[in-house]
């Protein structure tokens, strides 16, 4: 039986010849975590690597990504579908073998790692799924969610904000289930970090209420199987251990280096590194002992199947429990929530009633999070503002583990990270509030949403000058803009409270990446619409009003502005003008329509187009064109009541009429 020594080095020799191979990467922490990787998969993983998507399998985060050959190694190495073929194509386009990890392209990778603590900040969202999860199904000998969630991490990660945000609220819920193990070898890309990084780690842990484990030397097998042991049995506090290492661990002429992060390591130093640690193989050869040791596929099989026999009994005792959980462990939404969503559409249009959107999503969420219980929600300490604490839910936290209402407080980035993990686990769809011009704060970690493609629902209100009077600090001016452009996002901003359901129905059923809610504060007026036009709200762009002919000018408007689109159009149309008001609640839906739908709202021959946002405009040239006009933000907003603001804006209609004049002039059509 090899030596774990000898087990670690298999790990490093395939990262280290990958990376000289793709003549790119960072060999640096792979060769220094090698001896942690082995211990914790070797000794301590559940899993299986036929069946990557287990539910009760551990999670495996590996939050210092650059050391990505790390995993891969040791994935393919465990028996996961990762060939040494596709090791060799490390950073190679098209390869399952990318830069940094990336979820849906490696089988066993359980999230997209690289932006340096969100690893962490997922895991805790991961950690958390699994303890909420468990408290609402598991039953007495019935234990059917009970896994860890491990994460590498390293020194900069834990300098990142984001771990100081989400490590905190991981000690609070005391997620039990949750243990890092810190790669503590006091090297970043530009040194030694004690100019810049002298944090008493272990002491910042323990005031977050975590359980830690200081001074484990992280090149001692033992040593850290004893940490880890030591680790599981604390179920009341998420651990850290802290793992003494040496970058390059192994490559002598480079450990301890900086030089060692990212660059290869050249031919006579991997040369010399193969004599030092008496390893005669060739590039990508592993002898097959060590392969034996490393399979994990026997005992992953077998503890699948002895969970998978645990789960029978537990669905032959608790039949509804387990239809719920599988249903909501596949992405499966209750069978008759779309009857739900067109029923509220249909009896929103008929009452007819002025509110704000972020109203009218409370309102929402108040019918639908009843009958879905996988939603759980939460906001970043502006619950009654965003309107994100349905009636009825009820509060998660240590004594309430089933809760489905989570106090993220103010922490916008952190939240972010943390409903990426719920989305990644399974069995929820999250979502949670702030106010628009706070995406700033959660946007890497919404980018990662959509990178990821994960169902991931953002509830962002206060969307415009009209919040008034606490000024530019809040008025979001260039969010929406940001948002559009980021891929695999959908970007909703209702005019009325029929649009704001229709965003909720097209939020909870996309699987494909996050959707954006931006909500109004004031009062909005319901639109009138009939027939087609209100099934027509569903496609992202619709025919609000129709001119009477063939139209001189079609108005564009999202939002609190459509009001001010249908009112502008009255006037024209007094004017002789022939205007048609086109709602666009959501672009991206609309331009996933088929061609004859977006031709019939936006045809070509109709070039004179005014688009009407309270927002950046550089965005709506697309729809536009070079003959059109847009009425928007120019720059930022000021500090004073909404209406004020609107007026002194220019969000009238004599504005719009003007724009409109404009651009006919322009094109001879006046």
């Known amino acids: 039986m090899p030596k774990p020594k000898e087990l670690a080095n298999a790990i490093r020799f395939i990262a280290m ?22 211990v914790l998969w070797n000794d301590f993983m559940k899993h299986n690597p036929a069946n990557p998507e ?52 490696t089988p066993g990778v359980e999230l997209t790692t690289g932006p340096l603590g969100q690893g962490i900040a997922t895991a805790v ?33 834990l300098m990142e904000g984001i771990s100081h945000e989400t490590c905190s609220l991981a000690g609070t819920l005391g997620l039990g289930k949750l243990i890092a193990l810190w790669d503590d070898n006091g090297i970043s890309i530009d040194g030694p970090v004690k100019g810049w990084f002298t944090d008493d780690t272990p002491a910042r842990f323990k005031a977050y209420g975590w359980h830690v484990i200081a001074g484990v030397d992280g090149h001692d097998a033992a040593a850290l199987k004893k940490a880890i042991a030591k680790a599981r049995k604390v179920t009341d506090k998420p651990s850290l251990i802290c793992c003494k290492t040496t970058i390059a661990k192994g490559a002598q002429g480079k450990e301890g280096s900086a030089a060692s992060h990212g660059s290869p390591l050249g031919a006579a130093e991997i040369a010399a590194a193969r004599k030092n640690l008496n390893w005669s193989y060739e590039p990508f050869v592993i002898p097959q002992d060590i392969k034996a040791a490393f399979d994990a596929r026997k005992k992953g099989a077998a503890a699948e199947k002895k969970w998978q026999k645990m789960y029978d009994a537990y669905a032959a005792a608790y039949p509804k429990e387990a239809a719920e959980l599988t249903r909501r462990m596949k992405g499966e939404l209750p069978a008759d929530i779309d009857l739900v969503f067109t029923e509220q559409l249909t009896a929103l249009q008929k009452k007819a009633e002025s509110k704000a959107s972020r109203v009218s999503s409370k309102e929402m969420l108040d019918v639908i999070a009843p009958q879905m219980p996988e939603l759980l929600g939460g906001s970043a300490d502006l619950s009654g503002s965003v309107g994100t604490a349905w009636k009825g839910h009820t509060t998660l936290s240590p004594a309430n583990k089933a809760g489905r209402y989570i106090e993220y407080g103010v922490r916008e980035f952190g939240m972010g990270a943390i409903m990426n993990g719920l989305a990644l686990h399974g069995g929820y769809i999250p979502y949670a509030g702030t106010f628009l011009v706070f995406a700033d704060y959660a946007k890497n970690a919404m980018r990662l949403s959509a990178l990821m493609q994960k169902r991931v629902v953002w509830v962002l209100t206060h969307d415009s000058i009209m919040m008034g009077e606490d000024g530019p600090t809040h008025q979001p001016i260039e969010q929406l803009g940001m948002l559009r452009l980021t891929p695999n996002t959908d970007v909703w901003r209702p005019c009325d409270g029929v649009e704001t359901a229709a965003a909720w129905q097209a939020a909870v ?26 099934q027509n709200v569903r496609r992202g762009a619709y ?10 000018v079609i108005l564009l408007a999202t939002g609190s502005e459509v009001a001010l689109a249908m009112a502008a159009a009255d006037a024209l149309e007094k ?63 000021d500090s ?3 209406n004020v603001l609107y007026q002194h804006f220019g969000f009238t209609v004599e504005a719009v009429v003007k724009a409109v004049k404009d651009v006919t002039a322009q094109s001879g059509k006046e």
């Open 543 to 552: 025919i609000l009003k129709e001119s009477k002919g063939t139209p001189d």
């Open 17 to 38: 010849d990958a990376v000289e191979r793709a003549n790119s990467g960072h060999p640096g922490a792979p060769l220094g975590m090698a001896d942690m990787a082995e």
């Open 640 to 642: 004073a009541p909404g």
């Open 125 to 157: 969202g991961m950690a958390l799924a699994e303890q909420t999860l468990a408290a609402e199904f598991n039953r007495e000998g019935h234990e059917v969610i009970d896994h860890f969630t491990y994460v590498f991490l390293g020194d900069g990660c």
């Open 509 to 534: 059923q996309r699987e494909e990446g996050p959707t954006c809610l931006c909500l109004s504060r004031q009062n909005l007026p319901t639109q009138p619409r009939e027939g087609k036009t209100l």
């Open 54 to 105: 287990w539910w009760n399998r551990d999670r495996f985060v590996l939050s210092n990504g650059h050391a990505s050959m790390l995993l891969y190694a040791t994935l393919h190495l465990t028996g996961y579908a990762l060939s040494m073929d596709d090791i060799k194509k490390f950073r190679q386009l098209g390869s399952k073998t990318p830069g940094h990890p990336e979820y849906g392209v």
């Open 575 to 637: 004017k002789g003008t022939k205007a048609r008001v086109v709602s666009m609640p959501c672009a991206e839906l609309f331009d996933r329509q088929d061609c004859t739908y977006r031709e019939q709202v936006l045809p070509h021959a109709v070039r004179q187009r005014v688009a009407i946002e309270a927002s950046a405009c550089d965005w709506w040239g697309k729809y536009v064109g070079l003959d059109g006009a847009v009425v928007g933000m120019h720059g930022f907003g």
